[in-house]
């Protein structure tokens, strides 16, 4: 069988593939025409987030498996799959610990002005009292989603002190192991907490959930976090927020569209902005590639 890596995967994913008798063929940076004619022949296409793996791609000559590693599926035509019998997988929980530790990372960064400060610490400005900051122990962190990554990082903003409210209609019931999480609804969350951090799959039923309404509804003093996915997020409507002071600070890791370009989010002194940094260590592309390959060599070997 032939598996056909169109982004870069750990080498121990390579290595789980060849092992299980895959020929392995690696060529990045394709799309459309392109990837669906080195695609013909192979039986296995593994990806990150780059690759559109669009109906058309899945239509190559003989594909059996499509493999995200990585949460998440919105780079693949997931119906198209179906129709076509076509297997698609993911690795829902190699992200986790990396994605907490960034959104707590954003929270503290923010707070504390730590980019703006080391910047003009490096072009030799020694401007201590212009950077006063906040600390975040007991303030209300509110959760948007609490799946494997709202856990992790409800568990670490106990360990700074934050009280740490979530919303997820989908768990039920509440997980025991997390009774000292208080559970609400987003409406009764929003005008409540000091942060909110978004933890939620970008789907049908949450694209632009978080909109002019929602954030007129939190506190003025607030801040919103989204190290999940950008079209979440309505926003025209947190720029305007921001410039009216309506809401005081944004920490952003993703976009509606990546690369953003020149976004007026970006260049706004309440904002603390990443180039969708989440997955972006060592430990979490390790963890997602060997989990994908593992997937892929189930699904079209022990089936």
């Known amino acids: 069988m032939k598996a056909f890596i169109a982004e870069k995967l750990a080498p121990a994913a390579i290595d789980r593939l060849t092992a299980a008798g895959f020929d392995v063929v690696e060529r990045t940076g394709l799309q459309g025409a ?8 192979s039986d296995a296409l593994l990806v990150r987030g780059a690759t559109k793996v669009t109906a058309d791609v899945l239509r190559a000559r003989g594909l059996r498996a499509v493999a995200r590693a990585g949460t998440g599926l919105d780079n693949v035509d997931v119906k198209a799959a179906k129709e076509l019998g076509i297997v698609v997988l ?6 986790t610990i990396s994605v907490a530790e960034l959104t707590l990372g954003l929270l ?3 707070e504390r002005h730590l980019a703006a400060a080391a910047t003009d610490l490096r072009g030799g400005k020694w401007e201590k009292s212009k950077y006063s900051g906040r600390e975040i122990a007991g303030k209300r962190l509110g959760l948007v989603g ?37 559970e609400r609804t987003l409406d009764a969350m929003l005008p409540e907490v000091d942060y909110l951090s978004l933890h939620v799959p970008l789907v049908a039923a949450t694209r632009g959930m978080i909109g002019a309404a929602q954030l007129a509804r939190m506190k003025p003093d607030a801040v919103l976090i989204n190290c999940a996915r950008g079209g979440i997020v309505d926003e025209a409507a947190l720029l305007d927020a921001l410039n009216t002071r309506t809401l005081r600070g944004a920490a952003l890791d993703v976009f509606a569209t990546e690369p953003p370009g020149e976004h007026p989010l970006i260049a706004l002194p309440n904002v603390i902005a990443t180039p969708h940094l989440g997955a972006a260590t060592r430990e979490a592309q390790d963890r997602a590639g060997v989990e994908v390959a593992e997937r892929v060599i189930e699904a079209l070997t022990k089936s």
């Open 34 to 41: 392109e990837l669906v004619a080195a695609l013909d022949g």
């Open 90 to 95: 993911n690795a829902p929980a190699a992200n």
């Open 108 to 110: 503290l960064a923010l």
């Open 146 to 182: 609490f799946g494997h990554i709202g856990r992790a990082v409800a568990m670490r903003a106990r360990a700074f002190d934050l009280e740490v409210h979530a919303s997820d209609p989908l768990v039920h019931p509440w997980p025991p192991e997390f009774g000292w999480v208080r």
